[in-house]
């Protein structure tokens, strides 16, 4: 008995994990941590490559809606498993995997039904205190994702706000013969215009504020890119849309998107608002539209490893700025600061 306990803590292998915390606003702290296997199912990843998000500028500038400080960072990860569960899912040390970082109770009626987007008790690793702004984590194998050889561990770390822009498009009903706008040229944007491109439908157009993102836009083939500060020249697209994404979360866009709607035209919701906001809902009662929300992802993570792995979608394009993950404070104020015109900011880890 004493020898086959000695025996299993010695399969018990420790990871030194060194993590990035915000514990107040502006400030960061790396703590150390041990990080074991603790359920047969589970795995032990060396995180690669780890990208930032809205929600991390957010906890960063002592901003985010849900979270209090310290506030692990990171939910956009790639890596490489290092230790891996007998009951795994078949995965195993040496893997290249994509975690998705939302846990779900997997009980609830929503679960139940595999909506688990919608899960009562819905959160992130993150609010769990288990970040990608780390060198290791510990997840549930059954929320990894097998990463092909021919995308890099910094595609991977772009897959989940992928997963998100797959979940968005799919929320409309798009028709060869239509019009699609995107308004926002961040990150969930330019993956709606990839996504709106290679479903063949007859003209793409990108509002948005940033020149270099709005470049990009147009080299990656949008048919039409505005900015918005021409008011005039955005105003001329009022009613032209049979398809609208409203993929940045302010009251001026969500207006924009009810007015460049055509008459039964739909709007997909992607962009998060901050505050309540004034809508005139009288354009979407006269004009009969069509509102839809899109809430992250649900079984998304397969089809965006698909879509970049076949070159379909590029990632590579929206990766601005690299760091290490020591150079982590450099990363968040390259991302914050508009100047930049930054898209995606990765940290290696
Ligand atoms: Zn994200
Ligand atoms: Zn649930």
Not at 237 to 261: H, M, P, R
Not at 283 to 291: D, G, R, T, V, W
Request: aromatic residues 8%; proline residues 3%; glycine residues 6%.
């Amino acid at each position: 008995m004493k020898n086959k306990k000695r025996q299993k803590n010695k399969n018990k292998i420790k990871f030194s994990n060194q993590k990035a915390n915000v514990v107040a606003c502006k400030k960061l702290e790396f703590t150390t941590e041990e990080i074991t296997l603790t359920n047969p199912e589970n795995i032990i990843v060396k995180i690669k490559s780890s990208a930032i998000c809205g929600g991390d500028k957010k906890a960063y500038i002592g901003k985010h809606p849900f979270v209090d400080f310290p506030i692990a960072l990171g939910h956009e990860f790639s890596g490489e498993i290092v230790a891996a569960g007998k009951k795994a899912n078949n995965f195993s040390a040496g893997d290249r995997v994509v975690v998705e970082p939302a846990v779900n109770c997997g009980n609830c009626s929503n679960c139940l039904q595999g909506k688990y987007n919608f899960c009562q008790d819905l959160t992130f690793l993150y609010r769990q205190g288990k970040a990608g702004m780390a060198q290791y984590i510990e997840v549930a194998a059954n929320k990894a994702y097998k990463l092909p050889d021919s995308l890099s561990f910094q595609e991977g770390a772009l897959i989940e706000p992928l997963a998100v822009a797959v979940h968005a498009w799919q929320r409309n009903q798009v028709k060869f013969s239509d019009k699609v706008a995107i308004i926002g040229s961040g990150t969930i944007g330019l993956l709606l215009l990839q996504l709106a491109l290679n479903s063949g439908v007859k003209k793409t157009t990108i509002f948005g504020i940033s020149d270099s993102k709005l470049e990009l836009a147009h080299e990656l083939g949008a048919d039409n890119v505005i900015k918005n500060q021409n008011k005039s020249k955005a105003e001329k697209l009022n009613n032209k849309y049979n398809q609208v994404f409203e993929a940045v979360g302010l009251e001026q866009t969500l207006n924009q998107a009810l007015d460049i709607t055509k008459p039964d035209g739909r709007v997909v919701l992607v962009g998060l608002y901050k505050n309540e906001i004034l809508v005139d809902l009288n354009k979407a009662i006269q004009k009969e539209l069509n509102i839809y929300g899109s809430q992250g992802y649900c079984w998304n993570f397969s089809e965006a490893i698909d879509l970049a792995a076949s070159g379909k979608i590029k990632l590579n394009p929206l990766i601005t700025n690299q760091f290490k993950l020591a150079e982590i404070d450099k990363a968040l104020e390259t991302a914050i600061d508009p100047a930049e015109e930054a898209i995606k900011v990765i940290c290696n880890c």
